[in-house]
Each structure stands twice: as C-alpha cells, then as structure tokens.
C-alpha cells in the first residue's frame, strides 16, 4: 500500500531530519532530484538537454530555493536558465546566489514575458507545502501567459497541499516533482499535478503512520479472492443483490452483473425485475422476493429500489439479517430520510455506504466542501460505517480513521449506471469476507481500471464496464507476477 502524508506530518518529521542533516543537506538532496528529472524532461521533449531554455518561476519560500538550486544545477548541463523573481526581496538567497554564479539569467515579471514566451520548459516553484489559498494575483497572471508545459516543484501552485481542492487560478503541471513522501495533493488532484515522480530525501523513516492510503496492484492481486481446491460455490461467499425494479431493471442487471464477474463463488438476486436478471445473467439464481432469497454471506441493497416505503422495507429487512451489507443509490436516501431503518442493524454488522456528493448531502446535511476526505471521516463516524465518498476521487473512510484514496485514470466512470457496477464489486468482496474498508477500497480500484480499459481512450458505457472487469483483474493477477503473462499497457485517456 502507499502512504501518503499530510503536510503537518511531512514538517513534523522534515524537522526531525533537520535535526539530524547538515545544513541546506535536505534541499540540496531535493533539488538535485529536481534537476535530474527537468533533464530527463527536456530530453523527452526537445530530444536534448544543452542549450535548452528553463524559466523558473521563483516565489518566496524554500520551494522557490529549490528551482533556484535546480536550475544551477541545470547551468552545468549547459541549459539557459532564467529565474522570475516574484519577490525578489524574499527570494531564497543561497539559491539566488548559486544560480547566478553559475551564469544564470535573473529578470523582473515586468521582463519576463519574452523569456518565459521562448521557455522550453517552466517550473513551477511558486509555492510548495506552505501555499494557501489559489494563486495571488501576480503569479495567477504570470501562469496566464505560459505556452510551455510546466514542471511543479514539490506540487502545483494553487492547490491545496492537503485537499488538492482548488478555488481560484492554479498551475496545470504535465509534470511534478515532489519529495520525501506523497502528499494528499498528489492523491486528489491529479488532473493538476500531471506525472508524479518522488525524489527520496531520506523522510521515510521519521514519518510513521501514514495519514492515507493508496492500494497498489500488488495489493489488490493479495487480496482478491481466488478459489482455492477445497472451495466449492459455497464457500467463496455468495452475495445477494437487491436492486431494480419492473420498470428500470437496468440497476439489477448491472449490479449483479458486476458481483457475476467480480468473483467465482454464487449471486443471488432479489425483487421484481428477476426474470431480466435471470435472461441477461442465467447463473443467477433469482427470485421475486426478498424473503425467500436464501442464504448469503453480504448484501447490496439500493440501486434503482425508489424511496417509498416498498423500499424502506427490503432495506430494512437486509439489515437486520447479520451480514455485511453495501447500501447504495436509494438505500442512502432512505438512510437520511428515515435513520430509525438503521435500528434493524446489528451495530457489529459491517455497513458499506457508497454516496455521491447529492447523496452526501442527504446523509449529513451538507456538501462535502473542499476536505473530502474530512467529510468521509465524519460520515463514517457518525453513521458507524465505511463510507465510499464518490467523485473523480474516491475516498473510502473507515469509522476507526483509516482513509483510502483511489485516484482514476481519466473520467470515464462518470456514466450512468456506473455506480451500480461499483456496488456489485464491493458486495462480492464483502461476502468473501474482506474487511469491508478494503472490500470499498478495492472495489473502487478494479472499478477504475475497468473504466480505463473499457474505454480505451474514447466513451464507454456502464455494461462496457461490466464486460471490462475480467481483463481489469487479469491485468491485477498479471502484474502480480501471478501467470507470468506479459503486462498490458493501461490507456490513460
Ligand atoms: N522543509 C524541508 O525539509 C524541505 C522543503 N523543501 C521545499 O520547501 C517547500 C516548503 O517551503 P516553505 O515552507 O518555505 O514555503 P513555500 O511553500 O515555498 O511557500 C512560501 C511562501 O509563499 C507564500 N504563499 C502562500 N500561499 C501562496 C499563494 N497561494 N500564492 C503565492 N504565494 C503564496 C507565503 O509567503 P508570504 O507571501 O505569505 O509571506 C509562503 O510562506 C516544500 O514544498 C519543498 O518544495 C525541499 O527543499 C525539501 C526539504
Ligand atoms: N469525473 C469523474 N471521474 C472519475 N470517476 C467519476 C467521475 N464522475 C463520477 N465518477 C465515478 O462514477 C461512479 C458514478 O456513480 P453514481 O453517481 O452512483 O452513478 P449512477 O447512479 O449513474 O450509477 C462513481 O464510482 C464515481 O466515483
Ligand atoms: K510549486
């Protein structure tokens, strides 16, 4: 799993090395990484390194010293290096100094237009983990009129270091370059930050815990159910589905076409639209009624069951059956709109709760802001559940603190119906017996890569996703080294 940090944590244990490095170790460490990779950049986009043009664009704080040092680093690969101070009384000085004594060019943001015009490439040190707020004006204007692609140092302008969210101007990075450990920012905003690469400043051991978490392919290979020689259909975990109507069937077939493919073992399906269900996916077993659905392990409640008391009732009733349980789509409305449904639940029972932002709403009483993932911890305290927060990140909180970030590969999840295909994943990984903030987590993950393959750089739609889950795992199993199968290259838009 990765970790990420927030930027409390990060000074905290920058402090500590502080304590422990000689001075200016930390930044010359940083930047060097910095110019390493400006190098390889250039490289990639001009097909050389010498005789390149850099503009940096300099603000007043260390993330500014680190442009500074980069780009006297960059001097001795014969780059033209030109600085834009935005303030210039405040410009980290040993950086200054060292850039200009190894012959780089320092210009005013009154000069800078036609350097930055003719920039092979511009860096972003503006402001880095101390940055609040969206851009101030002179810098917002100064991005205005770049061409070039930018490389953030650290991370881009104008987001908010801790939740990537963004309210006003803002640097756009096809690259960024961050160091010691990543930071929220690079978990939750990645149309701002570009390609991500890590420079190792040796933070590591002082950072502890991390405050959230990534899952790596590695980990989702670990932790998908496989079924072993001993496992019969049984065994594996069946899950139910309850979700669709007579008049929208599309929900159920989704939803449970997504549990079909997302494990071996059995899916049942409850409620009215059981003979589409059973057309479309024939290895369910299907019934009209939730009371005599038979035996399962976890539930998916909610996609398309509407609000009224029909649906109160199924809801109620699953809940109160002992088992792990995904409540979606209308389940959450009807959570909201009548809390007392909650009564039925065995409070050690997990309860997976899987809003979008109007859902979220419902269920707490307001939007969730900027801090989504300060909002997904609150609902998830307050409802005892893990809540799978929606949007183009996910973040999946557990009641006990832990948070899950699942930063997609483009927007291709946001189609109709794509929510559905997500709840029938999490629910068959809750009936194999997954602690049910992985079970979010990981759902939300393969989710994700089916979208990307599905799509395959162009539109896709809701069943494309459900016929996109078998190549997602294998591409999980694969890249786990599990088949020794060469790996597919993941489209990214
Ligand atoms: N510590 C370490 O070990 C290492 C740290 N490293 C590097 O240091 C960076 C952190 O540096 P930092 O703390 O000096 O502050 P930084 O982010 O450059 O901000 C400077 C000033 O900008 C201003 N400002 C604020 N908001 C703004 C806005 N929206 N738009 C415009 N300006 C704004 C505000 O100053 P003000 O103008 O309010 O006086 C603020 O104080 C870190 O990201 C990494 O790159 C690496 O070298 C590795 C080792
Ligand atoms: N812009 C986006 N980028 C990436 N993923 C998105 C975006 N918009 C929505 N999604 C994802 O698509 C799914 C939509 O779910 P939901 O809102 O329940 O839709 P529906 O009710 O149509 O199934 C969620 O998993 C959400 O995280
Ligand atoms: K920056």
Not at 5 to 20: M, P, Q, S
């Amino acid at each position: 799993m990765q970790g990420i940090w927030t930027t409390e944590r990060i000074r905290e244990a920058e402090g500590k090395l502080f304590a422990v490095t000689p001075d200016g170790e930390l930044m010359r460490r940083a930047s060097f990484g910095l110019a390493t990779h400006l190098a390889g950049f250039l490289a990639e986009r001009t097909g050389g390194v010498a005789g390149r043009r850099v503009v940096l664009l300099v603000g007043s704080g260390d993330n500014g010293g680190d442009a500074l040092w980069a780009g006297a680093f960059l001097r001795r690969r014969s780059v033209a290096v030109t600085a834009v101070l935005l303030k210039p009384e405040k410009a980290h000085a040993r950086g200054l100094a060292a850039l200009r004594k190894a012959g780089g060019r320092v210009v005013s943001v009154e000069d800078s237009p036609q350097w930055i015009d003719k920039a092979d490439v511009v860096v972003d040190g503006i402001v880095g983990i101390s940055g609040k707020g969206p851009l101030r004006p002179d810098a917002a204007e100064l991005i205005k009129h770049v061409r070039a692609p930018i490389v953030a140092v650290d991370l881009p302008s104008g987001v908010d270091p801790d939740t990537g969210a963004v309210d006003g101007p803002y640097v756009t990075a096809t690259l960024t370059v961050t160091f010691g450990a990543p930071k929220p920012v690079h978990a939750l905003a990645p149309q701002q930050c570009g390609d991500i690469v890590l420079v190792d400043i040796g933070l590591r051991p002082e950072l502890g815990e991390p405050d959230l978490h990534r899952l790596e392919l590695t980990d989702l290979a670990d932790l998908w159910p496989i079924p072993g020689a001993g496992d019969d259909k049984y065994t594996q975990g069946v899950v139910g589905i309850a979700a669709g109507s007579a008049t929208y069937p599309g929900a159920a077939v989704l939803a449970s076409g997504s549990a079909v493919h997302a494990t071996a073992g059995m899916v049942r399906y409850a409620g009215p639209a059981a003979d589409v269900v059973r057309g479309r996916w024939p290895e369910i077993v299907a019934t009209g009624s939730i009371t005599d659905a038979g035996r399962v392990q976890a539930w998916v409640v909610g996609p398309g069951i509407g609000t009224g008391s029909e649906g109160r009732e199924v809801l109620r009733h699953i809940l109160g059956q002992g088992v792990p349980v995904c409540a979606d789509a209308d389940a959450t409305t009807i959570i909201a709109q009548h809390p007392d449904v909650l009564d039925a639940r065995d409070p050690d029972t997990p309860l997976v709760l899987t809003p979008h932002a109007g859902e979220y709403e419902r269920l707490m009483g307001a939007r969730p802001g900027a801090d989504r993932v300060k909002a997904a911890r609150d609902a998830a305290k307050k409802y005892s559940a893990v809540v799978l927060l929606k949007g183009h990140c996910t973040v999946i909180a557990a009641p006990d603190g832990r948070v899950a970030v699942n930063t997609p590969r483009g927007s291709w999840l946001a189609t109709a119906g794509s929510g559905d295909v997500l709840t029938g994943l999490i629910g068959s990984l809750l009936a194999a017996g997954l602690d049910p903030w992985l079970a979010a987590a990981a759902g939300a993950q393969v989710h994700s890569l089916a979208g990307a393959l599905a799509a395959d750089g162009v539109p896709t739609s809701a069943s494309g996703l459900v016929d996109a889950i078998p190549g997602a795992l294998k591409l999980v199993r694969d890249t786990a080294g599990d088949s020794g199968v060469e790996v597919i290259e993941l489209p990214v838009n």
